[in-house]
């Protein structure tokens, strides 16, 4: 039985890759089925994958390889809630290390121009806090980090 609700993510060509990646990636994550297309289409020809059915941490997602007409933008983005720094490490290194780019605040994107923000729980914890200067403290430190770094974080909520 499918889902009721799945995330359509639109590629050029690229899906199954994608796809592939993002399984063997994360947990909780599998490819499901690719559907071949019946006939020609305006991006390809029969026979090319069409749609590839796979979760992302357990997200259901449909990737359509509907061709170059439209771009992945920062306006949509996984969050990836990480426990230590190891695991933002891995997460961020298999994202920038396979064609990927970073950007600021734990902000990165693969190569397919899907944007991912690795963040540890313990930022969130930290710029939650009820004393607003610690908050800010955390905050602050965040905004100069490309890859988040778990004990600056803690260091400056600490003070």
Request: aromatic share 10%; glycine share 10%.
């Amino acid at each position: 039985m499918s889902p009721k609700t799945t995330l359509c993510l639109w590629f050029n060509g690229t899906a199954l890759e994608a796809a592939t990646f993002y399984a063997a990636t994360f947990p909780d994550s599998a490819v499901g089925r690719v559907m071949h297309a019946p006939g020609d289409y305006p991006a390809g020809h029969q026979g090319d994958v069409l749609t590839v059915e796979f979760t992302v941490l357990g997200i259901p997602c449909l990737g359509l390889n509907g061709g170059p007409a439209f771009a992945h933008s920062e306006a949509f983005s996984f969050q990836i809630a990480t426990e230590d720094q190891a695991e933002t490490d891995r997460l961020w290194n298999a994202i920038v290390g396979n064609g990927g780019q970073e950007s600021a605040c734990g902000w990165c994107k693969d190569r397919w121009g899907l944007s991912w923000q690795i963040t540890p729980r313990v930022l969130t914890q930290a710029i939650n806090d009820p004393d607003r200067a610690a908050a800010k403290r955390a905050f602050d430190a965040m905004m100069g980090m490309r890859k988040i770094d778990v004990a600056a974080i803690e260091a400056a909520w600490r003070g």
